[in-house]
């Protein structure tokens, strides 16, 4: 688990909350009571030092690496019961998303530990092929999940959970002072972080019939959105959607095939290099979850056919997006089966997974049928489908807009440009999935905690973590549509293989205090041991044959040292895996020292690009829109080429 217990403030390290003479955090009574107008009265109490609005997948983490490094930490959500709640498939995981979750936990956060000790499936995906791509995934207990996080949050010293939306900053001097909400009081913070999902003015459409809010059963954040643009921060629209849920027992599971749990799960957190392993019951508390595959169960394939097109093509215009009354861009690579049909009319049949919710219920998620049809139409549509012909339908799928805040407004710590102290984090910021949200809470988390302790930014490189890659893209290339990590985004992809992800993150771990020191010890000597291996293994040498490495990779059969194989598994695979794809790796450390350099020349904040001449006026307004702070993310940005980047660097030097 993460430490609890910052350390002392000696060489830039946290000091402890008594240490910094902290107050109390003032009482809500209190600012009810007093007789001063709310700012007056809010700018003259202490404090909290993070006050993080929303507690979705990105606010659960935001708040415990904020509170972890000894930071006053306020989660303000609107409904205590949905925190963490899994508003659309109970899965954490996948291709990229699952490297995602191993680097959160790599540093200090929670997604990766709540989904095992919640589980209900595991399988690592693409097991065939190569070590860079194999991913895990697995789905979880959605209630279970849910409940664990929530008592985690609770349970986590310096930090203050608490139930009320917010509706609007308060701003001071160009930056945030605290937060009003639907209560009438307000919250006075240094920093704000904002999490809202889906639920900025989100509008959900089930054919024609519209209702609002973020996601069904839940209100919409209208007068955020009204704070947010009088702020001066520029909001657009996004849409997103969920499938339909069925009953488990109206399901004929005898014309589906069954995908099972693996024998041996691939689990998310690093407990090799942990003191405490996998267990329920810690120091005397009652917590939620069980051991791995102690709870498994099967998931489903199952396909649609020329029928159940034919129901979609006689409807289409039924459809909330196809009919013109939804204006946000949809996901390009998880989109709706409408879209399937019409994107893909190439292909006969399109698969879907029949998913359990989790292990005290009998909803299941019917993955990859997700629609904004009208609710007769939505039966018609599921009980062509083999399997579903008597399906009984729980909760409608729905398509939901929504605002978000065009992430090229945000520096690359996720701090906005023109608010300071305003971090935002997940949906937000253009992102879809559990996973792109946890990651860039944490970071928020850490960042806006660091603001107040006087401590430097977390800023995470491309070369070093999938996490780096999405908020490089995000805050330097933004995005016109919800965006989804995938390996392919990263040029360095074959560096970020899942097993490697707390030695790639050991040095910001260590610096943020986000782990305990016992697990940093660990970590340090996992990787020393490793080193030696590779070494080793690159200098024994083997005859006419070359060295044991040479032979690996050539795939000769070798007799490894006895004293190898005692070690552990995750030691083992990871310097098998550098060793046999050295050549590669060798490449992409070349490529990663020259791009250093550019990403070493700073451009001042206040740098005036209309003294450039020989750019286009394309890269001109480009860069003055994003004003990025080093040449490599200048470089980065979509249009501007490498003649633009010369005539920027000559200038720079002048």
Known sequence: MNSNDPRSTQNGSIARPEERGRQEPTDVGDLARTTRTPLEAILSRSSYDVIVCGAGHAGCEAALAAARMGARTLLLTGNLDTIAQMSCNPAIGGQAKGHIVREVDALGGEMAVNTDFTAIQFRLLNRSKGLAVQAPRAQCDKKAYQFRMKQTLEMQPNLHVFQAEVTGLILRDGAVAGVETNLGCAFKGKTVILTTGTFLKGIMFVGDATVEGGRMGDFAAKRLSKSLLDSGIQLERLKTGTPARILGRSIDFSVCEEQKSDSEPTLFAFYDTREEMFHVEQLGENRVGWGPNTRSTSCWMTYTNDQTEAVIQANLRRSAMYGGKIEGVGPRYCPSIEDKIVRFSDKERHRLFLEPEGIHTDEWYINGLSTSMPMEVQEAIIRTIPGLEQAIITRPAYAVEYDYAPPTQLQPSLESKSIGGLFCAGQINGTSGYEEAACQGLVAGVNAAAKCLGLSELVIGREEAYTGVLIDDLVTKGTQEPYRMFTSRAEYRLLLNHNSAELRLIDKAAQYNLLPEARVTAIRQKKAAIEHWVSRFEGTGLDARGTLADALRRNLQVELPYAFQALSGAIREEVLYRV???????????????????????????????????????SLQKLKKIRPQTLGQASRISGINPADVSVLLVYLRK
């Open 580 to 618: 046999l794809y050295r050549g590669y790796l060798e490449k992409d450390f070349a490529h990663i020292a020259k791009m250093k350099a550019i990403d070493a020349v700073r451009i001042p904040s206040d740098f005036n690009y209309e003294t450039l001449k020989g750019l286009r006026n394309e």
